[in-house]
């Protein structure tokens, strides 16, 4: 029988990759702009693989579920910060596009992800 591995978890990948791509970007801002929007953008980031984590090591489907939609919420928030870099001018337009595409296939992946689960465990 083989099981899943986190590594096997579409939202998982793509939000991994996405959230040190958003700290190598961040780590080349001015101070003010790491330390007000940058921390918060990679908090967020980092909190959507964190929460899908969470929630993979948790035994029961709603404790699972539940994790995987704080990952939703901060998805959002990754976006609202994302505007907020690109309106002050700390990104560049090809920066901006390539986070925003890889932001707009999160919903999907999780709402997959609790499908999924949803679907295979019971309890």
Do not use: C
Request: overall charge positive; glycine content about 4%; cysteine-free.
């Amino acid at each position: 029988m083989n099981y899943l591995k986190i590594t096997d978890i579409e939202a998982y990948n793509i939000v991994f990759d996405l959230s040190n791509q958003v700290w190598d970007i961040v780590i080349k801002w001015p101070y003010l702009a790491q330390k007000t929007i940058g921390a918060q953008f990679i908090d967020a980031a980092d909190s959507i693989s964190a929460n899908i984590a969470e929630g993979f090591g948790r035994y029961h489907k709603k404790d699972k579920i539940k994790f995987y939609h704080y990952s939703r919420g901060s998805v959002l928030e990754s976006v609202d910060w994302l505007e907020k870099s690109i309106t002050r001018k700390l990104l560049n337009n090809s920066q901006y596009e390539h986070l925003r595409n890889e932001l707009e296939k999160l919903p999907k992946a999780l709402n997959s992800l609790i499908k999924y689960t949803n679907l295979h465990l019971k309890e």
